[in-house]
């Protein structure tokens, strides 16, 4: 591999070596398959009142090297909460190291039951149930409200417009 592990770093610098992409040389070595561990229950689970019925996890997902930081954008769904909406679905936002724990900031972005203390996004539904197919932060972005990136399901650049 181009790149070693380092003890203790997290993550770890591992591949999924499905191909020889990352693989320079192959000396004294062959394939084996791990078998995945199953997590004994959801790792997020709505539990504030704007998160509704059920969160769903096909939003956005990155790792922040500079932050060292697992980031979520996730679909919190609640098909009363939000009537004058095409889609009952309302983007949010959680953070973690481990990605099992994962902390609600508070954005301050989205007015819900008469304030601002959520961790709701200014991201807009689209419809269909899928807020977003993917999320990605533009280093070479000077302005730090204009740094994270989304693709919606219709695979058009959107801004997320969300400040860092």
């Known amino acids: 591999m181009n790149q070693s592990a380092v003890p203790n770093q997290y993550p770890p610098r ?22 995945p561990v199953k ?11 704007w998160e509704g019925s059920s969160v769903n996890l ?13 980031k979520l954008w996730y679909s ?13 679905h309302r983007a949010a936002y959680a953070i973690s190291a481990d990605c099992r ?16 203390d959520n961790n709701l996004t ?9 807020l977003l197919g993917g999320i990605i932060k533009d280093h070479r972005e000077a302005d730090p409200a204009k740094r994270y990136k ?10 997320a417009e969300e400040p860092d």
């Not at 997590?39 to 709505?46: A, D, I, K, S, T």
């Not at 096909?58 to 697992?70: A, M, P, Q, R, V």
């Not at 989304?150 to 801004?159: F, G, I, N, Y």
Request: hydrophobic residues 30%; glycine residues 10%.
């Open 14 to 35: 591992t591949y999924l070596l499905i191909d020889d992409l990352h693989v320079e040389r192959q000396e004294g070595v062959e394939p084996v398959l791990c078998h």
């Open 39 to 49: 997590e004994p229950g959801p790792v997020l689970r709505p539990e504030k009142p």
């Open 58 to 70: 096909n939003s956005g997902f990155l790792y922040d090297e500079e932050e060292e930081t697992f």
């Open 76 to 88: 919190a769904h609640d098909p009363d909460a939000y009537p004058d909406l095409r889609s009952p």
């Open 101 to 116: 724990n994962w902390e609600r900031p508070n954005l301050g972005l989205t007015e819900w039951g008469g304030n601002t």
């Open 122 to 130: 200014r991201i807009p539904p689209i419809g269909g149930g899928t």
């Open 150 to 159: 989304a693709m919606d399901v219709s695979r058009r650049l959107k801004r």
